[in-house]
């Protein structure tokens, strides 16, 4: 399960647009890093989770950190915001 951190205040300080493609570049960043057979999905409205069939929680952990440190170069490097996920 992924959370983008202060999601609210990028949608109040940047437009409804931005926090768009800041949902897009999860996502980009989770497709990014999953399996072909894994399942990448919205959770909720910031919120996010991936199914990572017959894997451990250690590796899940190695997964996720992958998928954050992406995501937040992504945000970076398309929207010059410097945007979290936990």
């Known amino acids: 399960l992924l959370d983008i951190d202060l999601f609210k205040k990028v949608n109040q300080e940047h437009g409804h647009a931005a926090g768009d493609t800041v949902l897009q570049l999860v996502v980009e960043a989770m497709r990014a890093?999953?399996?072909?057979?894994?399942t990448v999905a919205r959770f909720g409205g910031e919120e996010f989770c991936m199914l990572l069939p017959g894997v451990t929680i250690r590796q899940a952990q190695v997964v996720t950190e992958r998928v954050r440190k992406r995501f937040t170069e992504l945000a970076r490097e398309?929207?010059?915001?410097e945007i979290t996920l936990s």
């Not at 890093?33 to 894994?38: E, G, M």
């Open 78 to 81: 398309r929207t010059g915001l």
């Open 33 to 38: 890093t999953a399996r072909r057979y894994d």
